[in-house]
């Protein structure tokens, strides 16, 4: 049975400079490592049989209504201006509308090179893909805005990267779209406001037809930036390479490359072998998205018909946003410590943990999942700091209806931890998928106890600790 994608494209209709049309390049022995029933049923794809699937998904047939493309963007990558990247290594195929009457890019990742891959091979190794694929997953399952991932395909390729030749794997991903702020930079560094206009207006009508200028754009793109970068931290997710050209417009997790959850509370935490200067820790991530955001109110400028007062609103709109956070940050947090509307009072309480969680050493995930607890207590270095703070949080509960109810659904008991994905990915390479399988499974259900799947609750022993994550992905 044929993979069948009810295609409805529209990317297409924008001018050329946008793409570059092309197919995906076939590779030798794609064969199906996953694929995302539940999500292709949502989309309103046939999957077919494995073999078809393995053919789709790697591009080796293209299933009918296709239209193949490699999207162009720029992108501030570390703070360095690039004013041409694209897609270096992936084909947007097209189109689909889900059932719940949302418009999906399905695009493949690691499927050839293109006009815009610069001196990259095009591909992508297994690796990324399983991580992509498991984190990625597991944020939807946490109910973090993110792409998706519908399948996974070896390719029977080996692929060279630093650590040495690699399997070769292609990743098919979904997303709201892959308007970055990059993309809108592409178009203003060459000053091409046609091209822009017409990104602008097909943003707007994807993403927020209710915006009817770009003031308004901008403070819904900073909006939903703002609660995904408060989420992110209340899970004590590292994105990683928070580039303008990794920032979608949508306010969708996007490009997850040398990304981590933390296990001990570290707010500088870095985990990218290539981020020296901690540009994109935990903690510096709220300051990162202004910047990003910053960038992208650059772009708007040209359409605006009078740029003072263009740019005396954006600034208003940029200089809002670490208030914004604030207060995302704070919706996020109240709920792990009970609190169902938490006050600035509260930020001081929360932050309070936070810093004595720092001082010693817990472990964010399970000291927010068993807080009023030994074991949360246990956490902790030196227990007595966990006592003092419990006294204060405690006079505070007294007001709040059921806290244990709303921190049971705002701390996850499970999240992908790093050292489980690298152990997954070194039994992928031997081509055993079962822990794979096996975080998946968990992660389905993130907030549920599952007394079985107990240590993938937990942190790393000494030797079992990821020191770094690759970028060569
Ligand atoms: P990323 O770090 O994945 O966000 O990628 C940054 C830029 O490098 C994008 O333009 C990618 O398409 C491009 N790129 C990354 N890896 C490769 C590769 N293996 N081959 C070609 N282009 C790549
Ligand atoms: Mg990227």
């Known amino acids: 049975m044929a993979v069948n994608i009810p295609f409805d494209n529209t990317y297409g209709t924008l001018p050329s400079p946008f793409y570059t049309r092309l197919n995906p390049m076939p590779v030798k022995t794609p064969a199906l490592i996953r694929f995302n029933t539940e999500l292709a049923s949502d989309l309103g794809i046939t999957s077919g049989g494995p073999k078809e699937m393995a053919l789709a998904f790697s591009g080796n047939s293209l299933p009918e209504g296709a239209d193949p493309m490699a999207q162009a963007y720029a992108g501030h990558q570390f703070g360095g201006f690039s004013p041409q990247l694209g897609d270096g290594r992936a084909n947007l195929m097209g189109e689909v509308l889900g059932k719940d009457g949302q418009r999906y890019d ?94 602008f207006d097909y943003s707007v009508a994807r993403h927020y037809p209710d915006a009817t200028n770009p003031t308004e754009f901008l403070n819904a793109v900073i909006a939903r930036q703002a609660s995904l970068i408060a989420k992110w931290m209340a899970v004590g997710f590292i994105h990683g390479v928070m580039n303008t050209d990794n920032t979608t417009i949508s306010g969708e997790t996007i490009d997850y490359g040398p990304c981590a959850f933390m296990d001990d509370y570290q707010p500088d935490k870095v985990f990218s072998s290539i981020d020296a200067h901690g540009r994109y820790s935990y903690s510096n991530q709220r300051n990162v998205i202004v910047w990003n955001m910053a960038q992208l109110a650059t772009c708007l400028v040209l359409l605006m018909p ?54 010693n050493r817990a472990d964010f995930t399970n000291t927010f999942r068993a807080l009023g607890t030994t074991q949360a207590r246990d956490q902790f270095l030196n227990p007595a700091s966990y006592d003092q703070w419990e006294a204060n949080w405690t006079k505070r509960l007294v007001s709040e209806a059921d806290p244990q109810t709303r921190m049971n659904a705002a701390n996850p008991a499970f999240i992908p931890r790093n050292h489980r994905i690298e152990q997954m990915i070194q039994a992928g390479v031997a081509d055993d998928f079962a822990p794979m399988g096996r975080l998946m499974d968990t992660l389905a259900t993130p907030f549920g106890d599952q007394p079985e799947a107990q240590d993938l609750a937990h942190p790393p022993t000494p030797s079992e600790v990821v020191r770094q994550t690759f970028c060569g992905t």
Do not use: C
């Open 306 to 359: 009078d740029a003072d007062q263009a740019v005396e609103e954006f600034t208003q709109a940029v200089h809002a946003m670490p208030d914004l956070i604030e207060a995302e940050w704070r919706a996020a947090f109240g709920p792990k410590i009970g609190i169902a509307e938490a006050t600035e009072d509260d930020t001081a309480l929360i932050t309070d943990l936070l810093e004595r969680m720092a001082e």
């Open 106 to 199: 399905i695009q493949l990742k690691g499927s050839g090179p293109t006009p815009y891959s610069r001196n990259g091979d095009g591909r992508a190794w297994l690796g990324p893909v399983l991580r992509e694929y498991v984190v990625s997953e597991a944020m939807h399952a946490m109910g973090i805005p993110t792409s998706r991932a519908l399948a996974a395909v070896s390719t029977g390729e080996p692929v060279y990267r630093e650590q040495g030749g690699l399997p070769g794997a292609v990743l098919t991903r979904v997303a709201a779209s892959h308007i970055r702020v990059g993309t809108f930079q592409f178009f203003a560094a060459r000053r091409d406001v046609t091209s822009l206009q017409a990104l």
